[in-house]
């Protein structure tokens, strides 16, 4: 048995006057399930400190990822002390960087031994492309960890089978999917396509979602979903391929406690076996 303690965070968002005021709240947030082995923050939560450069710079779409981008060395200090301080992995919050001119949107995996990597999105939604102009950085990687090798599609990639075939093929036994969605139908489409990556990949997918409004960011304005735990429907987990759910734009953390040997044997022996089975699909040919 290789059990694996997973909170996922629906995250609300909050004004800050200080950095000090950020990291009060990340270590709250972190102390309240420090009884966990993995914790997921989600897509773009890192906005909230456009905050720290006052109302007009927030208010203002490149300025606000610029404040945000400003703050990248600090959160990453912050979290590596969590992360170590009470032995556990986290997923950080996604945020701008800037390294190409152009801002990628970057989420920061970080273990109990410090910085193990990152993942940049793939694939850029239409307000990402035609408004804000944060672009996508291909590629995806494995991370190999204590608990388990993990992936991570965010929100809008979660969406594309491909990229998650790939995770599962490189050995992908948790995919993580942090998330920003502004109605109900765009967190439903990133959920169902979470769910559908469980069920092909026959893998456990964490998403993480924003939840609230704020009237001081026009990029983070709304904020509409559920945090939830999915595995593959194929008789060795919930037949509804829910693991755990919390409720809809409801902050706080979702938790379960995983056995990663499922995976194992949903991938040899499930009852269905898509994810040894998609070779077939991908030699079907229109008639």
Same mark, same amino acid.
């Not at 709240?25 to 890192?46: C, H, M, N, Q």
């Not at 909230?48 to 779409?61: H, P, T």
């Not at 986290?90 to 990152?118: Q, T, Y």
């Given at each position: 048995?290789?059990?694996?303690?997973?909170?996922?965070?629906?995250?609300?968002?909050? =004004?800050? !006057?200080?950095?000090?005021?950020? !990291?009060?709240?990340?270590?709250?947030?972190?102390?309240?399930?420090?009884?966990?082995?993995?914790?997921?923050?989600?897509e773009y939560g890192a906005m909230e400190l456009a905050s720290l %450069?006052?109302?007009?710079?927030?208010?203002?779409?490149?300025?606000?990822?610029?404040?945000?981008?400003?703050?990248?060395?600090?959160?990453?200090?912050?979290?590596?002390?969590?992360?170590?301080?009470?032995?556990?992995?986290? &997923?950080?919050?996604?945020?701008?960087?800037?390294?190409? %001119?152009?801002?990628?949107?970057?989420?920061?995996?970080?273990?109990?031994?410090?910085?193990?990597?990152?993942?940049?999105?793939?694939?850029?939604?239409?307000?990402?492309?035609?408004?804000?102009?944060?672009?996508?950085?291909?590629? +995806?990687?494995?991370?190999?960890?204590?608990?388990?090798?993990? *992936?991570?599609?965010?929100?809008?990639?979660?969406?594309?089978?491909?990229?998650?075939?790939?995770?599962?093929?490189?050995?992908?036994?948790?995919?993580? @999917?942090?998330?920003?969605?502004?109605?109900?139908?765009?967190?439903?489409? @990133?959920?169902?396509?979470?769910?559908?990556?469980?069920?092909?990949?026959?893998?456990?997918?964490?998403?993480?979602?924003?939840? %609230?409004?704020?009237?001081?960011?026009?990029?983070?304005?709304?904020?509409?979903?559920?945090?939830?735990?999915?595995? #593959?429907?194929?008789? +060795?987990?919930?037949?509804?391929?829910?693991?755990?759910?919390?409720? +809809?734009?409801?902050?706080? =953390? @979702?938790?379960?406690?995983?056995?990663?040997?499922?995976?194992?044997?949903?991938?040899?022996? *499930?009852?269905? &076996? #898509?994810?040894?089975?998609?070779?077939?699909?991908?030699?079907?040919?229109? +008639?």
């Amino acid at each position: 048995m290789r059990p694996v303690k997973i909170a996922t965070a629906a995250y609300d968002f909050d =004004w800050f !006057e200080s950095f000090a005021d950020y !990291e009060a709240k990340i270590t709250r947030w972190v102390e309240a399930a420090a009884d966990s082995d993995l914790l997921v923050f989600p897509e773009y939560g890192a906005m909230e400190l456009a905050s720290l %450069g006052g109302r007009e710079v927030a208010a203002d779409l490149e300025q606000s990822l610029h404040e945000v981008a400003r703050h990248e060395k600090a959160r990453d200090r912050l979290h590596a002390d969590l992360a170590a301080r009470h032995n556990l992995h986290v &997923l950080a919050a996604s945020g701008p960087v800037f390294e190409k %001119g152009r801002p990628f949107n970057r989420a920061v995996l970080f273990g109990p031994n410090g910085r193990i990597g990152h993942q940049d999105k793939q694939i850029m939604t239409r307000f990402e492309r035609e408004d804000w102009d944060v672009i996508g950085n291909a590629g +995806l990687r494995i991370f190999d960890t204590a608990i388990g090798k993990l *992936g991570i599609l965010i929100c809008y990639d979660s969406e594309f089978p491909l990229l998650g075939r790939v995770l599962a093929e490189a050995g992908a036994e948790i995919i993580l @999917v942090p998330s920003c969605t502004d109605t109900i139908a765009g967190f439903n489409r @990133v959920k169902i396509g979470a769910m559908a990556r469980a069920l092909e990949g026959q893998s456990v997918i964490v998403q993480s979602p924003t939840v %609230g409004d704020v009237d001081w960011c026009p990029a983070i304005d709304e904020n509409r979903g559920i945090a939830a735990i999915y595995a #593959p429907a194929d008789g +060795l987990w919930p037949e509804t391929g829910i693991v755990a759910e919390g409720t +809809l734009d409801q902050p706080g =953390w @979702v938790r379960a406690e995983i056995d990663l040997d499922r995976v194992t044997e949903s991938r040899r022996d *499930g009852r269905v &076996l #898509p994810f040894k089975h998609w070779p077939e699909s991908a030699e079907s040919k229109l +008639l």
